[in-house]
């Protein structure tokens, strides 16, 4: 673009977006009847009954299709648009830390000075070397300081981009992409309410001066912008932050810390909820809460640190839950924090509702890379506002009723057993990338890497696993997600053929090839809005909310009973139970790891994957073998390792690489 070419506002062709559209009723039921055959397996019966049901309700179910229809008419931008902020997030109730909030570690810097050492460090040799330890120092540090100003800065210069509409607009080969959900990172948060949620963004949140400091469970308001709305020098923002420490030092010292409120945003909805409903009767309290949500975003500074040095898995289970107090120093209900540990480790976490990660990742990535070219100097002093004297705003919590206490340390009890029963697991696979995929596997690298899932799952458990994949619709106006069914027939025959001794690497390879291709054809469709499942959705709630339109006619009980069958069909319901549930982001080489919990307990697992060009990297969440009922993180990661280096091999006996390909098992 030259210089005299102005680029297109971001939201410029928000109005040229199509409508998300409404599967026809048939393409739909044919697609789910398809998706549940490896599901059912050998249970010939099963299967039989469930499409009975399908077909009774495909004679009945075109009113509930022209309900939606007409229902679509009413809404501004899509007809799922609503009931999915609402039914995926809002109302259900179940504490934010593991189970709904994403967590992403960063790169650490190599030049981090002034770091503390654990007592006893861990040596390569240990057992839990591998997976690190979590330290706790009772300390702060001035590069944490340093480091994290310089990640404020840089996220308010990504604020300012989005808000003045600088963002380029993205596209795919389909078109322009809906940039709706890059305006709800900032100012944005959930307030808990009786069933349901809310979410707050509003002109005065967007307008916002101030970010939130979290220490130690305090709370603080740092204004990042001047009364004439000028940025302050990163030197006057490391004052705020060193000012802060230090009176949290001291009020530890003198005991004058106020109660732990914000544990009550990482467990049940309902509790907190109970509990905000009586804090906002004190009018300091009040006052707390809704400066809280009038902060464009949260900083959490910890007292921990990783060993060994640069521990992935170690900074991951920070970012998580807090490594060494779990719950604590955290305001889950903010859409975006920053999370900086004692040695200068950082890492964000994500409250899931009002956008999809992949839209803060990609603001994490540009923020990572030009703070690591920064390079922070320990004898070097940042610019500052002469005769500059620190700000200190503390957000006090005063008076606080021994209910709400009460309920703080219900909070504290249920956030220790959910971190107790939760395991996760950075796998960093570097023997091949997307370069080697494409090249010699001559396959999807998506499509590879869940192929790879399902077979390490099989493997291990012995099953297939209903699968989700996340897939974007964001060609459509106010897109988000709709679930690619990556288990199917094609990839249930590849796993039978890659654990039957008789299958030669030729019939191996074949199978992959089909089961990737049948993949790489669902994405497509589950991106075009052609999915099954949120259409499914919006069916059930057509027969549930949305009234009968004019002339219709009534539906008789055999109708009724045709509908619920297929609703409350078990085969429905297992197909589901995603026991792999799992999500793919762009190559991202800041990122070090990325985190969700998995969304069934049973043998389940939640997968983010990272396929760089040379590796692939997988963040690993599921439950102990008791919680889990037979889950087994570290084995599958074992097994993920083996079965992507048997692929390879079968690969290469099929499609011998060229002369020039330097990776070898």
Not at 40 to 57: G, I, K, Y
Not at 453 to 459: A, D, K, V
Not at 490 to 505: G, L, T
Request: charged residues 25%; contains cysteine; neutral net charge.
């Amino acid at each position: 673009m030259s210089q005299n070419q102005q680029q297109p506002h971001m939201l410029a062709e928000q109005g040229k977006l199509p409508r998300l559209p409404i599967p026809p009723l048939k393409q739909t039921i044919s697609k789910y009847l398809e998706s549940i055959v490896p599901v059912a397996n050998d249970d010939v019966a099963a299967l039989a009954e469930t499409n009975r049901r399908a077909a009774s309700f495909a004679r009945v179910a075109d009113r509930l299709q022209q309900r939606l229809i007409s229902y679509d008419k009413t809404q501004e931008n899509s007809w799922l648009e609503k009931w999915w902020l609402e039914l995926a997030y809002l109302s259900w109730r179940e504490g934010l830390c593991i189970n709904s909030n994403y967590w992403i570690s960063f790169a650490d810097d190599p030049n981090a000075y002034g770091l503390v050492q654990p007592p006893e460090a861990l040596l390569p040799h240990d057992l839990q070397y591998s997976r690190g330890c979590v330290w706790e120092s009772s300390s702060y540090g001035e590069f944490q300081l340093r480091r994290a100003a310089r990640y404020i800065q840089r996220t308010l210069d990504y604020k300012e981009m989005v808000h003045e509409g600088r963002m380029p607009i993205e596209r795919t080969k389909t078109g322009p992409l809906c940039m709706n959900q890059y305006l709800r990172i900032f100012g944005m948060t959930r307030i808990p309410r009786p069933g349901c949620d809310e979410l707050r963004q509003d002109e005065k949140t967007l307008g916002s001066r101030s970010i939130i400091v979290l220490a130690e469970d305090q709370i603080y308001s740092v204004q990042v912008y001047d009364g004439a709305g000028h940025r302050k020098p990163d030197g006057d923002l490391e004052d705020d932050l060193r000012a802060i420490v230090a009176d949290i030092v001291e009020r530890r010292r003198i005991g004058d810390m106020d109660p732990a409120v914000s544990v009550l945003t990482a467990g049940h909805r309902d509790r907190w909820a109970a509990a905000y409903a009586r804090l906002e009767k004190q009018p300091a309290n009040k006052a707390t809460l809704i400066s809280i949500q009038e902060s464009l975003f949260a900083v959490s500074l910890d007292t921990t640190f990783s060993d060994p040095p640069g521990s992935i898995n170690a900074n991951q289970q920070n970012m998580k839950c807090h490594g060494t107090r779990p719950g604590h120093n955290r305001w889950y209900d903010k859409c975006a924090s920053f999370i900086f540990n004692r040695n200068g480790g950082a890492g964000y976490l994500g409250e899931h509702s009002p956008c999809d990660a992949l839209i803060p990742a990609y603001m994490i990535e540009y923020v990572s890379r030009l703070v690591a070219t920064e390079h922070i100097k320990p004898n070097e002093v940042s610019k500052h506002t002469r005769n500059y004297q620190a700000q200190l705003k503390r957000l006090r919590f005063v008076d606080v009723d021994s209910t709400v206490r009460s309920l703080i340390n219900e909070a504290e009890k249920e956030v220790e057993q959910t971190v107790r029963d939760s395991i996760s697991r950075q796998v960093r696979f570097d023997n091949y990338g997307s370069n080697w995929i494409k090249r010699v596997a001559k396959v999807s690298p998506d499509a590879y890497a869940q192929l790879a899932l399902q077979l390490t799952y099989y493997r291990l458990h012995n099953a297939f696993a209903p699968v989700y994949e996340t897939a974007s619709t964001r060609q459509f106006l106010h897109g988000r997600t709709e679930t690619v069914r990556s288990l199917t027939s094609e990839s249930a025959d590849f796993m039978r053929a890659m654990c039957d001794k008789a299958s030669s690497s030729a019939d191996k390879y074949e199978a992959l090839v089909r089961a990737s291709k049948k993949h790489h054809q669902l994405l497509r469709d589950a991106s075009s809005g052609n999915g099954v499942d949120r259409h499914i959705l919006g069916l059930r709630m057509a027969y549930h909310r949305l009234d009968p339109l004019p002339g219709e006619t009534p539906l008789g009980a055999a109708e009724k009973e045709a509908i619920e069958g297929f609703f409350n069909d078990p085969i429905l319901a297992k197909s589901t139970r995603f026991q792999l549930s799992t999500s793919g982001l762009f190559p991202a080489y800041y990122l070090t790891h990325t985190g969700f919990g998995c969304v069934v307990a049973e043998k389940g697992y939640g997968i983010n994957y990272i396929i760089e060009p040379a590796r692939i990297k997988f963040g690993t969440e599921g439950k102990t073998a008791k919680a889990g009922n037979g889950s087994d993180v570290d084995q599958f990661e074992a097994t993920l390792r083996q079965t992507l280096l048997e692929l390879k091999l079968v690969c290469e006996q099929s499609n011998q690489p060229s002369a020039g390909d330097l990776s070898r098992l």
